[in-house]
């Protein structure tokens, strides 16, 4: 089944420590997406890539960073975490015929002590 | 530049009536508009969208939205809350032919029995 699948969907961890959020996705879709959401609060792009070896920055400053090496895979690293890193992170992706319509993952809910 | 305002972070609403949730935008550009659902610890599902056919556009569960140019607004409505429907929703603009959305800053639905 065509999906978009995010790893962890939740983790907690302590400062200074290096993490990779996955995200895959399985629809064949050349753009992915990255973004950042505090509770109660809107949705901001961090990164985006149009395909293999794009990556892009977002509109909202972030400290981490992406690769994108396969089609189907758009990890995010963070090298040393915060607790102003403290967010839900939810990855994406669009089909490059309906660019405007976004799948979106179930989001990784990271904690940072 | 575009811009959303959702105009009501909460909305309460009791099972079997309407629910009207207010949506305003600005674009420098023919906008696309999308309406999306969060539910509790899920990723954002698309409930509808708008890409310059019909102004009145019907989505999933029941809901649908009208885009009005001269008011600027896409307002989403659903004749009969169902309990189900108790989640957050955000409305989200992006350029007809880009990829970047901007969302709103969401309106968190209650349903009371």
């Known amino acids: 089944e065509a999906d978009i699948y995010q790893t962890p969907r939740y983790l907690v961890i302590g400062t200074g420590k290096k993490i990779t959020l996955e995200c895959s996705q399985t629809m064949g879709h050349d753009k992915m997406y990255w973004y950042q959401q505090d509770p109660g609060m809107e949705l901001h792009l961090i990164h985006y890539?149009?395909?293999?070896?794009?990556?892009e920055k977002g509109d909202l400053s972030s400290e981490s960073t992406v690769s994108r090496i396969r089609t189907e895979h758009f990890p995010l690293t963070l090298e040393s975490a915060r607790p102003s890193h403290t967010s839900q992170y939810l990855c994406?992706?669009?089909?490059?015929?309906?660019?405007?319509?976004?799948?979106f993952g179930p989001g990784t809910r990271l904690t940072v002590l | 530049a575009q811009s959303v305002t959702q105009l009501d972070s909460h909305v309460s609403v009791s099972e079997g009536t309407p629910v009207l949730l207010r949506c305003n935008y600005s674009s420098s550009y023919s906008p696309s508009l999308f309406w999306y659902v969060q539910h509790p610890n899920k990723g954002l599902q698309l409930l509808l969208k708008?890409?310059?056919?019909?102004?009145l556009v019907k989505g999933i569960n029941g809901f649908e939205a009208e885009f009005k140019k001269s008011e600027t607004s896409f307002h989403l409505t659903k004749p009969s809350a169902h309990m189900s429907d108790a989640a957050e929703y955000f409305c989200v603009v992006t350029p007809a032919a880009g990829n970047k959305l901007t969302f709103g800053g969401g309106t968190r639905v209650l349903v009371k029995p």
């Open positions: 708008y890409t310059s056919a019909a102004t």
């Open positions: 890539s149009y395909g293999v070896n794009s990556t």
């Open positions: 994406a992706s669009s089909d490059p015929g309906l660019p405007n319509e976004q799948f």
